[in-house]
Structure formats: C-alpha cells, structure tokens
T-cell receptor
Framework: GENVEQHPSTLSVQEGDSAVIKCTYS??????FPWYKQELGKGPQLIID?????GEKKDQRIAVTLNKTAKHFSLHITETQPEDSAVYFC???????????FGAGTTVTVRA | EAQVTQNPRYLITVTGKKLTVTCSQN?????MSWYRQDPGLGLRQIYY???????DKGDVPEGYKVSRKEKRNFPLILESPSPNQTSLYFC??????????FGPGTRLTVL
C-alpha cells in the first residue's frame, strides 16, 4: 500500500516568515495529494490539494508543489500568522481509490 | 451548510458495553469512511463505504462494524469495546472529485 512520510514533525516560525512542510510518497500510481489543517479539538480541514497533472497550485498565502519524478510534494505557507498554528497533514490517494494515506503530521507554531 | 456531523462528541464507557457512534453528511456523497487518530500513529482508516449497502474493511477494522442503510448515514458500531479502542474517531465524506470532509470527532475512552 501507499506509504507517506512527512517532515518535519514540528516547526516553529516567527510571525511573517514562511513555513515549508515536505512529504514523500511511495506509490507511483498516487494521483491526488491533499493537505489538511487540524486545530485543537477539531477535525482535519482540507486547505489545498493538487493532482498529478499539475506541478504547482496557489491559494492566497498557501501553495503546494508536486514533483512526480521524485515522488514528493510540499506545502508552503507565506507571511505566517498566529492563526496558522495547527497540525498539518499531507495525504495521498492512489488512482482509482478514495482512501487517504496520511503522513504523520507537522505541528506548526507561529511565534508572535 | 455542507457538513459532516457525528455524535456523541465525547464518550466514556466500560469494556464490553456495546456502543454506536453516529455519522451523517448532507452533501449527497457516495463514499464515506471512518478513521481513528492515535498519537504517533496518525490517522488510519477503519471502514469505508462506496455506496448504500456496500461496505468494506480499511486498514484497522478489527473490533468494529459499520452499516450503510441510507446514503447520508454511516454509523460505527463497537459491539464489545476494549481499552485498545480508546481513541479519537473521525467520520469522513468524500466527493467524486476526491475532496474529503471530516466530522468534528468523537473522543472515546474505554475503561
């Protein structure tokens, strides 16, 4: 099955700086890569996703990049704000499936 | 508002006492699933359902049952809960475009 590795496990950044989280996947048949933000006491919330036919996608301060050859994808958060503090999960979905294979998560802390 | 709801949000029970966690979605999605979240182990799929009356095991199905009698509801059943099922449970609903939406979670403690 699919195996997703996520780094770093914790990330502390100064407010206004950028944060980058990286994930690698094992199954070359994976074609959908969502990112989730989980705040304390809440369920994971989909914040951005990318499909295998796209190299980069942006949504305001959030961007995701995908390198299919290397089988890795990254989340970039620019101009970080205190409300960006949360646990972020990457995931991968194999072609023809719906199941999410999650990374272990990154706890992001934005220091004021 | 598009949403996934689940109840109860918190539950403390004892070993062997059957319980059901309800889940409902209002997005008319065919695919629904249950995940459990444990420290150090991340989110793992328990069961999923492709459509009404179609369910199948995920990665960690032991000790759980599900049913899908209606499209909007997908309850998770623990017929004889054990302490190792103490966890945070999430119901999820997935669109045809693969976007998955999670419920708010149920924190279960089995004593």
């Amino acid at each position: 099955g699919e195996n997703v590795e996520q780094h770093p496990s914790t990330l502390s950044v100064q407010e206004g700086d950028s944060a980058v989280i990286k994930c690698t996947y094992s199954d070359s048949a994976s074609n959908y890569f969502p990112w989730y933000k989980q705040e304390l006491g809440k369920g994971p919330q989909l914040i951005i996703d990318i499909r295998s036919n796209v190299g980069e996608k942006k949504d305001q301060r959030i961007a995701v990049t995908l390198n299919k050859t290397a089988k890795h994808f990254s989340l970039h958060i620019t101009e970080t704000q205190p409300e960006d503090s949360a646990v972020y999960f990457c995931a991968a979905v194999t072609l023809g499936d719906y199941k999410l294979s999650f990374g272990a998560g990154t706890t992001v802390t934005v220091r004021a | 508002e598009a949403q996934v709801t689940q109840n109860p949000r918190y539950l403390i029970t004892v070993t062997g006492k059957k319980l059901t966690v309800t889940c409902s979605q209002n997005m008319n999605h065919e695919y629904m699933s249950w995940y459990r979240q444990d420290p150090g182990l991340g989110l793992r799929q328990i069961y999923y359902s492709m459509n009404v009356e179609v369910t199948d095991k995920g990665d960690v199905p032991e000790g759980y049952k599900v049913s899908r009698k209606e499209k909007r509801n997908f309850p998770l059943i623990l017929e004889s809960p054990s302490p190792n099922q103490t966890s945070l449970y999430f119901c999820a609903s997935t669109s045809d475009s693969l976007a998955t939406y999670f419920g708010p979670g149920t924190r279960l403690t089995v004593l």
